[in-house]
């Protein structure tokens, strides 16, 4: 079986709910990244997953009072979370420049692509033996 990448931006997905195609029609992924922050994206994303699919939460989101966690269950979905610290600190700490006291991070980065090969960065960081790619989105 071929391994197949699809990358899909939220506002694609409601464009097709308004041109007649309702959410329950479309297609369902493996893995769904969710990086709204909001209760309403992070619903769509839940709904977008296969039944035992992944939801990768980029994002902290106050689900609030009427968090449904039904489809969750009812899926069995899984979750997983990105760790969140002051953005202040580990910028300050990438950017020691001495040898002896830098993170030297760049020692897990597999490979790096441009944004314009973003599909193909997707399917190299798909790989087992893999640990991390990097996508620049600059020139």
């Known amino acids: 079986v071929e391994n197949v990448v699809t990358c899909r931006h939220i506002d694609t997905l409601r464009r097709k709910e308004v041109e007649g195609e309702s959410e329950s029609d479309l297609q369902k992924y493996d893995v769904v990244v969710d990086a709204t922050g909001s209760p309403e994206g992070m619903s769509l994303a839940a709904s977008l997953c296969r039944p035992m699919g992944t939801l990768v939460l980029k994002s902290t989101c106050a689900a609030g009072e009427k968090f449904n966690a039904a489809p969750f269950v009812i899926d069995e979905l899984r979750v997983v979370g990105s760790r969140c610290g002051p953005i202040d600190v580990a910028l300050q700490l990438l950017a020691i420049q001495d ?14 692509f441009p944004l314009k090969q973003a599909e193909e960065a997707i399917q190299c960081a798909a790989k087992r ?8 989105c600059k020139d």
């Open 129 to 136: 033996e893999v640990m991390k790619v990097q996508i620049i």
């Open 99 to 112: 040898k002896d006291k830098s993170l030297n991070v760049t020692k897990y980065v597999t490979k790096t």
